[in-house]
């Protein structure tokens, strides 16, 4: 008798606790309890202690992670995200202008619209890291690596004469800037989330442009340091707790002056500043990690 009432005790015992909540603190300790209200900085919970429920609360902060058994799932309060541009290309706009300036010049139009195609047609890379002193706003960097590269073989028809013309254009953009970052789950399962970050920061501008006309080189180099806007909306599918991944959709503006230095066909050197307004529509797909800062200090710590 005395091992049954031993045995339903624990059995009891084990149910009682399966059945709380759970909040897990940075330095790892677990605590069992019954969460009544969860807001962007604290987490109030009860405990019975002494056969008494004894309401407390915790900061977000120093929490890594809680699951609340009454909803069956668990969430991760990372505070630190990493985010890794897999793969995207970027529009630049005005590309109708450009290849009507290149008809004009005695360019066919499709050799023009394939051209300015190829050379408006941009990829990209990048990431960046963010701190969440929120569950819904950080600040962190973002960097961004794009390029382009067109090339065409051209008859230029003007005044009745036929022109040879070979070109490589290739052109690079390096943006970093500070950046905020919202974030909010979809709904209480929490696998997917809605993102969007504004930056505003630097842009270096470089394009190379190799061309023979008539097997005669010239060549031309221009450069700058733009201004340069980003706003990016995103939605992200988490894979695990602490990976996800994204589809991203959004703006780059890129507004300064740049120098050009290049030769004529009389082989007189140039050197001139010209504005240039560069407004871009950016596509990429993210991969992030996320974690919590103070939990992987503490444990590096230990």
């Known amino acids: 008798m005395q091992k049954f009432i031993l045995s339903l005790s624990i059995l009891l015992v084990s149910l009682a606790v399966s059945a709380q909540d759970i909040i897990v603190t940075n330095q790892q300790d677990t605590i069992f309890c019954k969460i009544r209200k ?9 405990q019975i202690i002494d056969n008494q429920i004894i309401g407390k609360f915790i900061n977000v902060g120093d929490v890594s992670f809680y699951q609340q058994k009454s909803k069956q799932s668990g969430r991760n309060l990372s505070n630190t995200r990493v985010n890794f541009n897999i793969g995207g290309m970027s529009l630049l706009t005005g590309a109708e202008r450009q290849i009507n300036d290149l008809v004009w010049q005695g360019v066919p139009r499709k050799d ?39 090339k065409a073989d051209f008859i230029l028809s003007q005044d009745g004469l036929a022109s040879n013309v070979l070109i490589d254009d290739r052109t690079y953009f390096n943006y970093i800037a500070p950046s905020l970052a919202f974030q909010g789950w979809f709904n209480e399962q929490q696998k997917m989330r809605f993102t969007a970050e504004i930056a505003v920061g630097y842009v270096y501008y470089r394009e190379e442009i ?32 602490y990976l996800s991944i994204g589809a991203n959709i959004g703006t780059l503006l890129m507004i300064g002056t740049i120098k ?11 050197n001139i500043q010209s ?28």
């Open 275 to 302: 504005a240039i307004f560069l407004p871009t529509l950016t596509y990429s797909l993210s991969a992030r990690y996320h974690f919590n800062y103070k939990t992987k200090i503490k444990n590096k710590i230990k």
């Open 112 to 150: 023009a619209k394939k051209f300015v195609n190829d050379m408006y047609f941009i990829t990209n890379f990048g990431g960046g890291i963010h701190y969440f002193s929120k569950q819904s706003v950080g600040i962190g960097v973002k960097y961004h690596f794009m390029f382009s590269c067109a």
């Open 260 to 270: 050009s230095d290049f030769v004529d066909n009389y082989g007189y050197r140039y």
């Open 210 to 241: 190799r061309q023979k006309v008539m097997q005669i080189p010239q060549n031309s180099l221009y450069e700058g340091n733009l201004f340069g806007g980003n706003v990016e909306l995103g939605v992200e599918y988490y894979l695990k707790k």
């Open 38 to 46: 969860i807001s962007e900085t604290t987490i109030n919970y009860e």
